[in-house]
């Protein structure tokens, strides 16, 4: 493919990703585009449904641009599911009113587990027309985001049906027919590569594996059951993008903290926390020295602090930004950087003023950092 | 109190709590008194209720029991609920069928804040009551554990009314009114404190801290909101039971393994994991070695794993042993030891013959460890 996009003309986001020194700390926010906003929930009325706003490319661009034209964020990310791949596969996604995923048929067995193979990813071009779509309408403000669920993330629902409190059917899975769950993992990790390498052939300019779930794995297990297969999934991923730049690729595992020396070995540029990790502590077993081999870190504010008036909002990034410490700022080699995000998706309920005071703050903050 | 009760035939979890060596790994279960027996649905049957079954001394007293009946466990544990404290608040605790605990009433204002304040002990006699009569009961077969919630979890539950997917509310109010918050877990300290004193006082052999919630706080939160509330009824509790013995204190955070190195300096002798801690590299952290000082640690297999067949399950419990490693079995000092649990309450569906396998691999396991 041999699109031709619009100049670049905010590579904080980028730069960051590959550990190179910013004036500033970038900023994204999991979930940005959403029903926080209320011109996000106008667009999904006139959707009718999620999935409706999901495999529409205009509505998926127009709301995946919404919270830019609020916010000066340094990144968008594609407006999509995590599970538009099990879905492809057939397993019937939909998303009842105010309740979480669902899909109509589950991977529980034997036969189940024998029927599945990797989609056609044909089934997904609604996707990639969007990431295109969307990345003509940023027209270069900022880079677009990629993503998808994680094998395993992926396999909890493929096997719950749904979300779950307790991960009991895919765990029972697992415990029982360990050789079931890989195949289900083997599948999903080659779904998953071929997926992202649509996007990055569509557009996306940095990609994004989200582990959700991994968290919820014993010690043992998850290394075995997810870090394994994001593995495969990053084995197979391209390196550059449409335009020839190179295109980072970024793992989130939802309670991986604790598995971070585990995680150093992954062949990725960039790792996500979540609120529980101390920043300061990642940076030391993962983030490198300057000029030295090393992972860029990303996140990892509670969402809920944005339940918080904005001074405090404020005062709550500031602590974070300083818990990472201060970013190298020598232009000419690599060194440990920061990408300041939520340590989870936002929250619906959250007061779109308070994430302009957080963006305002981490931008400041972040600048006199580097001057300190 | 000068209530006599019968010597004490079974002290292996006792002198595991406190780093003397054993013959084996003891080995009780979190909630193993519980609806996966139908001899325990039986008799809440006959109580009507949870809350008539856990107040009701000669109820409370029969399924403490049960599962000692079934399976050689090396301990006892009283009982009850972790709400029993705010309940004798005045917040108005339910159980309705199915559903997880709720409150008639929340504390999420400053006139509620006011308006706590450590309850009466006499409000709890009915605990009390169940404790002395649970331990004539055990007649010395094996020790009982005493226990309540934390400050922080039992603060989650007054301020949200009852279980969250995301704390939002409890988490605003402490990014909100730190200050509310702080009196909120102070009185929850100082309650908790007395009421398990109460307990040591009516015969606990040993005292356990659920900090069921301490995990989903954010990296600098948690050690000011919970770990320091929890210091706080530690510093407060009697060090020796109404026998002269020493009574261990163990402190359990759900989600805890990351901040092993802040909870080392917590004053207790055990600290409990859940299934994403790694026990070699906890033993590491805080075990200590043989007669140098450290902690004995709790857990940590998960609970899932009982979906498995007996086989599978028992192959999990060796693995959760080898983890840990050979305890020390010097009988001349402390060091380095092991009580096995789960990582989490045990799940209603859980077959309970899968229970009796996973206790026969501990005991058999662990005996053939020792000899390694």
Redesign the interface.
């Known amino acids: 493919m041999t699109t031709s996009f619009a100049p670049l003309q905010n590579d904080t986001f980028l730069r960051a990703c590959l550990r190179q020194a910013t004036d500033y700390t970038p900023l994204w926010l999991m979930r940005q585009a959403g029903r926080y906003l209320p011109e996000y929930k106008a667009t999904r009325a006139r959707a009718g449904s999620f999935m409706g706003l999901a495999t529409n490319v205009d509505y998926a661009t127009e709301v995946t641009l919404q919270p830019l034209e609020r916010f000066p964020l340094d990144a968008a990310i594609l407006f999509s599911d995590i599970l538009t791949v099990p879905d492809a596969m057939g397993l019937g996604l939909s998303f009842a009113q105010g309740e979480g995923p669902r899909f109509a048929k589950t991977v529980r067995d034997e036969a189940a587990v024998n029927a599945l193979a990797v989609p056609d990813m044909d089934k997904l071009r609604y996707v990639f027309d969007a990431v295109t779509s969307i990345r003509k309408a940023l027209n270069g403000r900022v880079p677009l985001i990629g993503f998808s669920g994680s094998p395993w993330t992926l396999a909890c629902y493929m096997v719950e049906g749904g979300g779950s409190d307790?991960?009991?059917l895919v765990?029972?899975l697992m415990?029982?027919r360990p050789d079931l769950m890989h195949r289900i993992l083997a599948v999903n990790a080659d779904a998953v590569a071929q997926y992202l390498n649509a996007q990055i052939d569509a557009g996306a300019q940095a990609v994004m594996v989200f582990d959700s779930w991994g968290?919820v794995?014993?010690?043992?297990?998850?290394q075995q059951f997810s870090l394994e297969y994001t593995r495969r999934v990053l084995a197979q991923l391209k390196r550059t993008g449409v335009d020839g730049q190179e295109v980072p690729r970024i793992v989130f595992t939802k309670?991986g903290?604790?598995?971070l020396q585990d995680m150093k070995a992954l062949d990725c540029e960039v790792l996500g926390l979540d609120?529980?990790?101390?920043l300061g502590q990642a940076r030391a077993i993962v983030g490198g020295q300057v000029g030295g081999p090393g992972k860029a870190l990303q996140g990892?504010?509670?969402p809920?602090?944005l339940?918080?008036?904005p001074e405090?909002v404020a005062a709550?990034a500031r602590?974070v930004l300083d818990?990472f410490g201060k970013p190298h700022t020598d232009r000419t080699t690599t060194g440990p950087t920061h990408i300041f995000n939520l340590?989870h998706g936002i929250?619906q309920?959250t007061p779109p003023e308070h994430v302009a005071a957080l963006v305002e703050a981490v931008h400041s903050h972040s600048r006199a950092l580097r001057q300190a």
Chains 1, 2 share one sequence.
Do not use: C, E
Request: proline share 3%; hydrophobic share 40%.
């Open positions: 307790d991960y009991r765990k029972s415990y029982s968290g794995l014993a010690d043992g297990m998850f309670g903290g604790i598995w609120w529980t990790a101390n990892n504010i509670d809920n602090v339940f918080a008036p405090m709550q602590a818990s340590g929250s309920h």
